[in-house]
């Protein structure tokens, strides 16, 4: 006759299938969801940090990268107009004008040139301020303090 599992300290014949006690597992709580979901939004945030840290870091190599470049082009382009200038001088001089005359006529075109490109860039400077939002902030100013003024 088989040996009662209560009288026989047994609680489980067959040692490797759970009880039912066993098999359901404990349901997790509010707060042990909320612990998990805040340790995934963590992961991810640190993903998301990562990502920007390293796109950041590609994003100043490429800067260095194209300001060295820029600089190159700025050589290049001024050895050309220095080119360009010496032989509108030598043309001048070929031409019959006297070298110092030919000289000067050179001079005088660079510094036309640097006058016009310089009221270019005052004119440009002028939207560095954010002058559109400085004057809204001024009307939201004027707005608010009219609106304290009135309590």
């Known amino acids: 006759m ?6 026989s300290g047994m609680t489980n014949p ?8 066993e098999a359901s597992p404990k349901p ?3 707060i042990d969801d909320v612990k998990i979901l805040g340790r995934e939004l963590l992961g991810l945030l640190h993903d998301r940090l990562e990502l920007a840290a390293l796109e950041t870091k ?8 194209m300001i060295a470049t820029g600089v190159v082009v700025a050589v290049l382009l001024v050895s050309a ?26 001079v005088l075109v ?6 016009l490109l310089y009221r270019s860039i005052l004119r440009q400077s002028h939207h560095l301020g954010w002058p559109a939002t400085l004057r809204s902030l001024k009307q939201f100013d004027t707005t608010e303090k009219g609106d304290h003024g009135r309590q």
Not at 14 to 21: N, Y
Not at 85 to 94: D, F, K, P
Not at 96 to 105: K, N, R
Request: proline letters at 5%; one cysteine or more; charged letters at 5%.
């Open 58 to 65: 590609f994003a100043a190599q490429n800067l260095v990268g």
């Open 28 to 30: 997790a709580s509010l």
């Open 2 to 7: 088989p040996a009662d599992p209560a009288t």
């Open 110 to 115: 660079n510094l036309a040139l640097a006058a």
């Open 14 to 21: 067959a040692g490797d299938i759970p009880s039912a006690s």
């Open 81 to 106: 107009w220095l080119c360009l200038l010496g032989a509108m001088v030598l043309w001048l001089i070929h031409v019959g004008l006297m070298a110092s005359v030919a000289m000067l006529l050179g």
